[in-house]
């Protein structure tokens, strides 16, 4: 994606990184900004495209780390892999690994020094820790490190990764003075509840912070995209923007997904008479419905225990105990029948082993569905009075 099709937010960025840095007293993120927004609304590309660039310009060394890039891999050894290279990618680490090694040689006749820290080694044994590795990344730059990790709720998913969340919370406390903040963090999700297991309970990792919504690209993103349009197609005129930022919102404010409605509306076999505008926003609805009848397919796929787990996740969102009495009775009203532990628990598993998932489970047994859409398609649905159960 070149600079020029991309809707740059320079100025929330600046904001950004000024509160994750300590900069002010109130409103501060010093201790952490965690920030969610629905899948494919832009987080990676602003925290890429624009928070990045606003941190390196207040001097900050900046790591970013997606998780959702390879889901295969354990987030914590993608963490690990990164900061070492960081660390190796740096001119003054490098130099002080040699300087270190050569006072190592000078000191073995006194036996005792060895060489103090090989990023290789980073989270694998107990002396190249996190917080060392950070240490000696932010004093190797003389720069006050920035990672910004998207995706952050995979570290949830494995007990590494909790393991990994606790250290970077003590490094954050140790490397950090009010006044001198050399550690900021950024984690990012596309679910708020999953996210928010880093922040919400007392044995959360990040207990006390709180989850902020990243603002959702808006009328001036449609109006920015609009001028793109009439630039490469003169022929359509002035353009409606209010049409077009209501078929924006009907696609949940997904800047892909409102190209395709626009790709649909300009090839002229499939504008079916409509204006431009009106026909961008019949894509739209296209576009939702066939979203809702891919729901709704993979939902009629299942057993009616599964259903009936997904009929309580879709209702209960955050509240969702698994096996909490409450849940029992829900599911047991909507098959019929009364169920146990043992069945909610084998049809949780089979939502989570499908391809895609539907299910998500954190490492310490806290589900919630893998895509927040189903939750429109069910609402949608039911305020339409067309849900059919679990039938
Ligand atoms: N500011 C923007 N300007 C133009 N296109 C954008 C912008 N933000 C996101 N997009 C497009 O929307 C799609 C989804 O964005 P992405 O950042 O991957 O979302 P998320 O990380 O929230 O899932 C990408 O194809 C991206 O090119
Ligand atoms: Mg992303």
């Not at 990023?119 to 990344?137: C, D, F, N, V």
Request: charged share 25%.
């Amino acid at each position: 994606m070149t600079g020029k099709l991309r809707f740059e937010r320079p100025e929330l960025a600046a904001q950004m990184a000024a509160s994750v840095s300590g900069r002010h007293k109130w409103n501060s993120d010093a201790d952490g900004l965690f920030l969610a927004a629905p899948r494919r609304t832009g987080k990676s590309t602003f925290l890429k495209g624009d928070l990045r660039p606003a941190l390196e310009a207040m001097g900050a060394e900046v790591i970013y780390l997606d998780f959702w890039m390879n889901l295969q891999l354990d987030p914590a050894e993608m963490l690990y892999a990164e900061i070492s290279r960081a660390l190796l990618g740096n001119a003054g680490f490098v130099a002080r690994m040699a300087e270190r090694a050569k006072l190592t040689k000078v000191q073995i006749g006194a036996g005792g020094s060895s060489l103090a820290f090989d990023p290789a080694q980073i989270g694998k044994t107990p002396g190249s820790s996190l917080m060392a590795a950070l240490r000696e990344l932010g004093e190797a730059t003389g720069r006050p490190i920035a990672l910004i990790l998207d995706e952050a709720q995979h570290l949830t998913v494995s007990p590494r990764g909790e393991d990994v969340l606790k250290e970077l919370k003590a490094a954050r406390d140790t490397l950090n003075q009010p006044d001198d903040i050399r550690l900021m963090l950024v984690m990012s999700g596309s679910d708020r509840d999953k996210l928010s297991r880093l922040t919400n309970s007392k044995a959360a990792a990040f207990y006390g912070s709180k989850v902020k919504l990243l603002p959702l690209l808006d009328g001036y993103y449609v109006g920015w995209l609009s001028g793109l349009l009439a630039q490469s197609n003169p022929k359509l005129g002035s353009l409606n923007i209010g049409v077009l930022s209501d078929a924006f919102d009907i696609l949940g404010r997904r800047p892909k997904v409102l190209d395709d409605a626009i790709g649909g509306a300009l090839n002229p076999v499939t504008q079916g008479g409509l204006t431009f505008e009106a026909s961008v926003l019949d894509h739209a609805q296209a576009i939702v419905r066939a979203e809702h009848v891919r729901y709704a397919d993979c939902f009629a796929a299942r057993t009616s225990t599964q259903k009936a787990v997904l009929t309580v996740l879709m209702e209960s969102g955050d509240a969702f105990s698994p096996y909490g009495a409450t849940t029992l009775k829900a599911i047991g009203d909507l098959i019929g029948k009364k169920t146990t532990t043992t069945s909610v628990q084998g049809a949780l598993e089979a939502l989570r082993r499908l391809d895609p998932p539907m299910v998500w489970k954190s490492n310490r047994g806290e589900y919630g569905l893998d895509d927040l859409g189903m939750v429109d398609w069910y609402q949608q649905a039911k305020a339409r009075g067309e849900w059919r159960g679990i039938g």
